[in-house]
């Protein structure tokens, strides 16, 4: 988040005077101004990568959390003073560093002070309304780190196998196998502090820079040897996430999953009302299953009468003219006047020869287009494959699509590739939602743009280009629906 908001603010510098920065009249200006061009910044920024990365357990991104800390900014001026006059001791000393080589670098770490300040202030005044606890900004930023080093120790034992002797340091015994740890560690309660300080302990060892505990600052020296106060703050830290988090918490991804279940039913039905809406009117039908045959159709059934009975009578059937009440008569013949197909039970069917003269004649016109079926779902098979995804991905995917979906319905047009791509942009790449045959089994998630360019055969910006023409063909319907 601050490195976002970092970028932002050297763009924001460059259309602002830094040379009014001394001058404190001017300050309430300044920031009124730089708060306006971060924000459009940070609005330019929130549909790239780093905008969209997940900000917290909350489902906030990146950008989201970045434009709230900006607005806190103008809530808690004394930051912004602090930021202005670093600035201007800083020209007092070089003049405009600012136009220097290394002018951008040393701004960037002013804002990223500032930032952090400020992000540490915000936190604690959160942490003691929602506990009623009394927490300074250092303190949470203690929290912070231990915070952080609870989600490295859980990262290196889920990935025990490739940081096995960080993992056997760590835990101060050999790992031949899965750590039990791995299994029993749940939360931030679970997390031991002696894990704590040796993980501190093993970074300078395989990682190159030494461990937050183990820095030359004394600002968490009196942490290294006290294990109690360290296991005393990571229950804090426990008790907080359980009072205020939703990290996990099924309850409301269920409602989640019941609201996009609903808006699917709702876009559903709308997209049926507007189908039928535009279909044009038909005449009344008789209320049957099969159609009435045209005239001709029927004419040539009268013609043909004698060699239908013919046909009757050579498979062993009777006369449809001696039945005792007259009606089978006229039934038997009507069926059989329909050919094989509509044949009653039990009726013998045609002769074995017509049988296989006609079968031969639909294989033969059926042939090339199974043999193009066939070599289609090969090369579809090897370029899957190619791109490390399962041979039948094409296939099994396109069949894992909820026909009456709204989305598919919308998107008919559209290629596979497309559509997926549709959802890899609007739910991102991960979602529980998306059924398995989508998921490239090495990642768990949809596969990337450029696989999905490769099996659509056509270039990025191509894949791009009609991605979003999809996605502002759905906008539109939702707006004619909303309006």
């Not at 929290?143 to 835990?171: C, G, K, P």
């Not at 290294?224 to 907080?240: F, H, Q, S």
């Not at 009302?273 to 049957?288: F, I």
Request: aromatic share 6%; with cysteine.
């Amino acid at each position: 988040m601050r490195k976002l908001l970092g970028r932002c603010s050297l763009s924001a510098f460059r259309r602002m005077d830094l040379g009014a920065m001394p001058d404190r009249a001017r300050e309430a200006e300044l920031l009124d101004l730089y708060t306006d061009e971060v924000a459009a910044e940070l609005d330019l920024c929130r549909r790239g990568a780093r905008g969209e990365a997940a900000g917290n357990s909350y489902g906030e991104s990146v950008a989201e959390l970045a434009m709230a800390l900006l607005f806190e900014l103008r809530a808690q001026p004394a930051f912004w003073s602090g930021l202005v006059s670093a600035i201007a001791a800083e020209h007092g000393k070089l003049g405009a560093f600012w136009l220097s080589p290394s002018g951008d670098a040393m701004l960037r770490k002013k804002v990223n002070d500032m930032y952090a300040g400020l992000r540490d202030k915000v936190d604690a005044d959160n942490y003691q309304v929602a506990t009623g606890r009394a927490c300074s900004p250092n303190k949470m930023y203690t929290y912070r780190m231990l915070d952080t080093a609870y989600r490295e120790i859980e990262r290196l034992f889920a990935n025990w196998s490739h940081h096995a002797a960080q993992v056997a340091a760590i835990l101060d015994r050999g790992a031949d196998g899965v750590p039990i740890e791995a299994r029993q560690m749940k939360s931030i309660g679970g997390c031991k502090a002696p894990w704590v300080i040796r993980w501190s302990e093993t970074l300078e060892r395989f990682s190159g820079s030494p461990g937050p505990l183990h820095t030359r600052s004394k600002r968490f020296s009196s942490l290294r040897n006290n294990p109690d106060r360290i296991a005393a703050l990571m229950a804090e830290i426990g008790d907080y996430e359980a009072l205020s988090a939703n990290m996990g918490a099924e309850d409301w991804r269920g409602d989640e999953d019941e609201a996009g279940a609903w808006l699917e039913d709702y876009w559903r039905v709308v997209g049926e009302s507007e189908a039928a809406d535009e279909e044009p009117a038909t005449p009344d039908m008789v209320d049957q299953i099969l159609q009435p045959l045209p005239p001709d159709e029927e004419d040539d059934d009268e013609d043909s009468e004698e060699p239908l009975l013919a046909y009757v009578e050579e498979a062993g059937g009777e006369d449809p003219d001696s039945s005792e009440d007259g009606e089978g008569g006229d039934q038997a013949g009507a069926m059989t006047a329909r050919g094989p197909a509509y044949a009653a039970p039990g009726m013998a069917g045609p002769p074995a020869a017509a049988v296989a003269s006609n079968a031969g004649s639909l294989a033969v016109a059926a042939a090339p287009k199974a043999e193009l079926r066939a070599a289609g779902n090969a090369a579809d098979e090897a370029l899957a494959a190619g791109l490390s995804l399962p041979p039948r991905f094409m296939e099994l995917a396109s069949a894992a699509q909820d026909a009456g979906s709204w989305l598919v319905r919308m998107l008919k047009d559209d290629s596979l590739p497309i559509r997926l791509a549709v959802y890899h942009k609007l739910l991102g790449a991960e979602d529980e939602s998306y059924p398995d045959a989508w998921l490239d089994p090495e990642t768990g998630e949809l596969p990337t743009l450029a696989q999905l360019a490769a099996l659509d055969r056509i270039s990025m910006p191509t894949l791009r280009k009609r991605r979003n023409e999809a996605i502002a063909r759905l906008q539109a319907a939702s707006a004619r629906v909303t309006n």
